[in-house]
Structures are given as C-alpha cells and as structure tokens.
C-alpha cells in the first residue's frame, strides 16, 4: 500500500481539498503522457533525419579524403600544405531556433561555401584536377556537417525533455497519485472511526439520562 500524506487532518475540508488534488493530478497525468507519447515520434522522426544527415556527410567526407590522397601522391604533401595556407577563409554562421512540442531546438544558418575554381586562391599550373574535386567536396562538406550538427543537438534536447516528461508521467502514476488516494482513503476510513465513536458515545449518554429518569 502507498504511504500518506504527513500532517494531514481527517476533516471533510481536507478530504475535498485531496479530492480535488487527485482529480487535477489525473488530468496532469494524462496530459504529460500524451506530451511524452508526442515527444517519442518526433523523437523517432529527427533519430531518422540524423542518420541521414550523417550518412551524407560520411559518404561526402569520404569522397572528398579520396580526392585529396590522390592530390597529395601527384603534388605532393608539402605543395597541398601550402595550398592549403593560402586558401584559408572565415565563415559566418548564424544560430537561431525553433520549436518542438516546446522544446528550443537549433537551426544554423550558413553561407553556400561552394566556390568556382578560380575563387579559390591558388593557381591552375602546379594543381590538378583531383585538388579542385577535393575543395569541392570539402566545402560540401562543411555544409553537411553543419546539417548533421544542428540535428544532433536537436536530438540531445528532445531525448532530455522525454527523459524529464516520463520522470514527470512516473513520479505522478507511482507516486504523488497512488499517496493521494492513500490519504484519501485513510481520512475516510478515520472520519467513519470518528463517527463510530461518536454514535457510540451518544449512545451511552443516552442510556445514563434514560437510567436517572428511571
């Protein structure tokens, strides 16, 4: 059986005041349920759109590591060094947000990084066509990575507020509910033994009158 409320007296004010609780905690229940049933699919959803983003990303970042072996055997690692100092850029990339089943989840915004060949920075003669594929795909990248980023933090956020909402569900169904109708049952229990007592006492009062009349 579930333990009861502390300091709780057995009056009908209280037993209407817990009456109330229980009925308000049923509606929470149910409420949170259905908040964290709602949260489990579009949890299961963006789990789906993480695992393609990062199949993406793997799959261009492989590409793109490929490219660039077969640059570093044709120019060598010290050329692709320099290459690589000269085309250095800064990227901008705006944070914003939005919501889910009142979770703020991410969404980051970026530039297309994607350049023509002579954006680049570096000249034709001494490079090869493998150079240009590995920027390309590199730069490609970046943006498939920044994708994957933003889905996984979306991820981390909804999985904390399903964990927080099946607390909350567990904490009310095992809990807080279960002490609420404990003690509600015990005050009424305590009420009927109070008025027992009392029809009992009345009982002998009158028998004493009745006994002095005679």
């Not at 919501?99 to 490079?127: D, Q």
């Not at 889905?151 to 002490?179: D, F, Q």
Request: aromatic share 4%.
């Amino acid at each position: 059986m579930a333990e009861i409320l502390q300091n709780v007296k057995p009056t009908r004010m209280e037993l209407l005041k817990l009456k109330k609780r229980v009925k308000l905690a049923d509606k929470g229940h149910k409420l949170l349920k259905e908040k964290r049933d709602a949260l489990i699919s579009e949890f299961m959803l963006v789990i789906k759109e993480y695992k393609d983003a990062r199949k993406r990303a793997e799959e261009k970042l492989k590409i793109a590591f490929g490219n660039l072996l077969m640059a570093e055997v044709l120019l060598g690692s010290r050329d692709i060094e320099q290459i690589s100092e000269i085309t250095l850029r800064d990227i901008a990339l705006d944070f914003m947000t939005k919501n889910i089943m009142g979770v703020s989840v991410p969404i980051m915004k970026i530039e297309n990084l994607v350049r023509r060949i002579n954006e680049r920075g570096y000249g034709f003669l001494g490079t090869n066509a493998k150079l240009d594929d590995a920027a390309k795909n590199f730069e490609e990248s970046i943006l498939l990575i920044v994708k994957l980023a933003e889905v996984e933090e979306s991820v981390r956020r909804i999985a904390e507020e399903v964990e927080k909402t099946k607390r909350r569900v567990n904490a009310l169904e095992y809990i807080v509910i279960p002490r609420l109708r404990a003690t509600i049952k015990h005050i009424e229990m305590r009420m009927e033994e109070i008025e027992r007592e009392s029809f009992l006492r009345l009982k002998k009062i009158k028998a004493s009158l009745e006994a002095r009349k005679k």
